[in-house]
DNA sequence: CCAAAGAATGATATAAGGTATCATTCGATA
DNA sequence: TATCGAATGATACCTTATATCATTCTTTGG
């Protein structure tokens, strides 16, 4: 387990890398999603780096730093949810299988897995037969997280 | 294949049967998802249903008759594109597997299949390890159709 | 047949998510 | 240090969605 420092840190020697800058906005907006450790939607990112980081961000420029972090692979955005994530995989240098996000109905909390390959093989064959073909093999999955179905039942 | 008047008649008969109504205005939508065969969101129902039905229906009314064509599985929310779609097999009466929706990113057609039962038992496994549960096993992925992907080769 | 109760629908206001556009500021580089 | 492009701010507006209260329609019992 990496503290949100390090995780910055690598983050931003990324950037660095791919020629890109970690301003000190989409470094707050990138540190947010990391110690919340929940989905956020922009406009709770913008809450949260006023109240904890003190520091004012207009929604536009939010949306706009998560369209960054996501092309910097640093970020995902959950369509189901319209809400972002910190990538979990950040300090990590090899490659992953496509991420498969698991997002609790009542929480919010989300978990990001990496399901068995030929699980996905098989699903895009089916998807292939018809004919469609798959854009993105990264699912949402809606479910209910340990704590949360635990009080639910 | 069905004409659409045979599925609002198949169900209407199945509205019956479990105690509610289908009145003008809720066949009125139901009819504007299966003509149009794609995704619609309210406000694009409201719009089709004045144009081609003539039938002026305050956005409010579209929202509380989708909830209700859902509660009687007559439609689905496809929640990654905050769109609505008619479920493919009212005229069923047979079980089904749980539905897929494959959902073109460009073109918003929406395929909906069932896949091999075992491939989402193996998901739902995985789900499970990671402390989850599956709340829904309807996944709904990103896709280009045949069409669409043609195209943008 | 009529009144009352409950379901369905309408009208209005407003919240929340998101984008388009133009202005301004910051920062590297010549 | 002047300048050019990237980053950010400000403003307006669009789409999706919900809350709330009013009105109309439809049964159904008397």
């Not at 660095?16 to 470094?27: A, D, E, I, P, Q």
Request: proline share 3%; hydrophobic share 35%; glycine share 4%.
């Amino acid at each position: 387990m990496n503290t949100v420092q390090e995780i910055i840190d690598h983050a931003e020697n990324s950037c660095k890398t791919r020629g890109s800058k970690l301003t000190s906005k989409r470094k707050c907006v990138l540190s947010a999603l990391l110690q919340s450790n929940k989905a956020m939607s922009a406009y709770e990112l913008v809450d949260y780096c006023k109240q904890v980081y003190d520091k004012t961000l207009p929604p536009m420029s939010v949306y706009r730093i998560l369209d960054f972090l996501q092309e910097e692979h640093l970020a995902h955005k959950l369509n189901m949810a319209n809400k972002y994530i910190a990538c979990s995989h950040i300090t990590c240098s090899h490659g992953h299988g496509v991420p498969q996000f698991l997002i609790c109905n009542n929480c919010q909390q989300v978990k990001e897995i990496s399901v068995n390959e030929s699980t996905i093989d098989t699903l895009k064959h089916d998807i292939e037969q018809a004919g469609f073909q798959m854009a993105s093999p990264r699912l949402e999955i809606n479910c209910l997280c340990g704590p949360c179905s635990d009080k639910a039942s």
